[in-house]
T-cell receptor, first 118, second 115 residues
Framework: EAQVTQNPRYLITVTGKKLTVTCSQNMNHEYMSWYRQDPGLGLRQIYY???????DKGDVPEGYKVSRKEKRNFPLILESPSPNQTSLYFC?????????????????FGEGSRLTVL | AQSVAQPEDQVNVAEGNPLTVKCTYS??????LFWYVQYPNRGLQFLLKYITGDNLVKGSYGFEAEFNKSQTSFHLKKPSALVSDSALYFCAVSNRAGTASKLTFGTGTRLQVTL
């Protein structure tokens, strides 16, 4: 089954304790992206990757890091989490030719990771 | 900068009635427009898109959307609502002249369909 898998789905942590949210897709997609969803703000892009070893900042990259060492994986790293990073996080992927502008435009989303930073 | 406005936080409609979820956008150049739906505790799912051509776009689950360039709108519609349509709906826009990765989402509209 084609899917984007995120882990953990739920996490409560404390300020300053490094954490990683993993994202893996099995559709051989070149493009992957991380979003955070906050009430009243919709989805905001954190980082994206057009292919292996190619990453770039989205609208709200502060406090986050990413890496793309393999095509299927795109982990989101919070080096020193703070309470303002409490949010619902989504990973998404698509084919490069199917990125939001070109091709089908269909993004495939994971189920989300709800993170609480105390 | 591109932007999307979804002026209604919530839309309430009775089952069997037509529904409209509003979306207006701002982007330089021609727009790529999308609707996504989010069911409780799930990720977003693609519903439909407008790239070019016919202003009336048909998508999944009987939804359609009408592109209106003069009003910069892309309202989502369905002739007859179902209780199972209750969900959070997001409109999104991209600029075909911009980078492929730049998709801007609206704040979402919660659709509540009641019996």
């Amino acid at each position: 089954e084609a899917q984007v898998t995120q882990n953990p789905r739920y996490l409560i942590t404390v300020t300053g304790k490094k954490l990683t949210v993993t994202c893996s897709q099995n559709m051989n997609h070149e493009y992957m992206s991380w979003y955070r969803q906050d009430p009243g703000l919709g989805l905001r892009q954190i980082y994206y990757s057009m292919n292996v070893e190619v990453t770039d900042k989205g609208d709200v990259p502060e406090g986050y890091k990413v890496s793309r060492k393999e095509k299927r994986n795109f982990p989101l790293i919070l080096e020193s989490p703070s309470p303002n990073q409490t949010s619902l996080y989504f990973c998404a992927s698509s084919h490069k030719t199917g990125t939001p502008v070109r091709g089908t435009g269909e993004l495939f989303f994971g189920e989300g990771s709800r993170l609480t930073v105390l | 900068a591109q932007s999307v406005a979804q002026p209604e936080d919530q839309v309430n409609v009775a089952e069997g009635n037509p529904l409209t979820v509003k979306c207006t956008y701002s982007v330089s150049g021609n727009p790529y427009l999308f609707w996504y739906v989010q069911y409780p505790n799930r990720g977003l799912q693609f519903l439909l898109k407008y790239i070019t051509g016919d202003n009336l776009v048909k998508g999944s689950y009987g939804f359609e959307a009408e592109f209106n360039k003069s009003q910069t709108s892309f309202h989502l519609k369905k002739p007859s609502a179902l209780v199972s349509d209750s969900a959070l709906y997001f409109c999104a826009v991209s600029n075909r002249a911009g980078t492929a990765s730049k998709l801007t989402f609206g704040t979402g509209t919660r659709l509540q369909v009641t019996l």
